[in-house]
Each structure stands twice: as structure tokens, then as C-alpha cells.
């Protein structure tokens, strides 16, 4: 079965960039703009990870992760955080928050299908 992934982001050309790379590696991925968004397509997508931003508008990635992880039903759902925000509290934040990676932008695509393909278990046959 193709494994789910849900990237959110409020920049499209981001969201573009990531799905193409992570389509190329089989993967079903579905996208939102933000926090709210990102809850809503949890809920109806069930993916197997998250590609989260930090910075963006209704509910920010910090919140988000804090919802997913007090919830019974997503507190186990790995996290990547993908944000611009790269201070060491921001990423002491997001790490203690419940992040399993926290990719600083901006990111070298290579490395970040890497940690999903890593944390999803993946493997191309090769």
C-alpha cells in the first residue's frame, strides 16, 4: 500500500517543490496551507507523516504539533518540521514539542526525501 504523507506549507511554490520530489518516490501526498487546514486533512487523509512549516497563517506549525501530540489519535504520527526559523530555540522548541526531525530552510531536497523515505521505511527495491 502507498504510504500517505501531508505536507503543510503557506507557500505554494514550496508545496510544489516537495510534492513532485516525494511523488517521484511513490509516495501519495496531499497538501494544506496551513495549521487549521493541516488538522482538518488529518482527520479525513489519516497520512503516515507530516511535513510541517512553522510560520503560517490560522494556526502556526509550534500549535499544531502541540494539538497532534495531546491527541490519542495522533500523538505517535511522525513530524518533520520544515521551517526557515532556525534558532536553537526554535528547534529545542520543536524537537521537545514532539518533532521526530526538524529540517532547517533552506534545505537541500536530497536530504529531506531522505529523512521521509528514512522514517517511513521505504525502500525503491535498489
Same mark, same amino acid.
Given at each position: 500500500?502507498?504510504?500517505?504523507?501531508?505536507?503543510?506549507?503557506?507557500?505554494?511554490?514550496?508545496?510544489?517543490?516537495?510534492?513532485?520530489a516525494?511523488?517521484?518516490?511513490?509516495? $501519495?501526498?496531499?497538501?494544506?496551507?496551513?495549521?487549521?487546514e493541516?488538522? /482538518? !486533512? =488529518?482527520? &479525513?487523509?489519516?497520512? *503516515?507523516? @507530516?511535513?510541517?512549516?512553522?510560520?503560517?497563517?490560522?494556526?502556526?506549525?509550534?500549535?499544531?504539533?502541540?494539538?497532534?501530540? $495531546?491527541?490519542?489519535?495522533?500523538?505517535?504520527?511522525?513530524?518533520?518540521? /520544515? !521551517? =526557515?526559523? &532556525?534558532?536553537?530555540? *526554535?528547534i @529545542?522548541?520543536?524537537?521537545?514539542?514532539?518533532?521526530?526531525?526538524?529540517?532547517?530552510?533552506?534545505?537541500?531536497?536530497?536530504?529531506?526525501?531522505?529523512?521521509?523515505?528514512?522514517?517511513?521505511?521505504?525502500?525503491?527495491?535498489?
Amino acid at each position: 500500500m502507498q504510504k500517505r504523507v501531508l505536507v503543510v506549507d503557506d507557500h505554494p511554490p514550496t508545496l510544489r517543490l516537495i510534492t513532485n520530489a516525494l511523488k517521484k518516490q511513490g509516495l $501519495e501526498v496531499a497538501t494544506a496551507r496551513n495549521g487549521a487546514e493541516c488538522l /482538518l !486533512s =488529518i482527520e &479525513s487523509r489519516h497520512p *503516515d507523516l @507530516l511535513v510541517l512549516d512553522v510560520i503560517m497563517p490560522v494556526i502556526d506549525g509550534f500549535q499544531t504539533l502541540r494539538i497532534l501530540r $495531546e491527541n490519542e489519535a495522533t500523538k505517535a504520527l511522525p513530524v518533520i518540521i /520544515l !521551517s =526557515i526559523r &532556525s534558532e536553537d530555540e *526554535d528547534i @529545542l522548541k520543536g524537537m521537545s514539542g514532539g518533532a521526530d526531525i526538524y529540517i532547517t530552510k533552506p534545505f537541500n531536497m536530497a536530504d529531506l526525501v531522505t529523512a521521509v523515505m528514512r522514517i517511513l521505511q521505504v525502500t525503491d527495491g535498489h
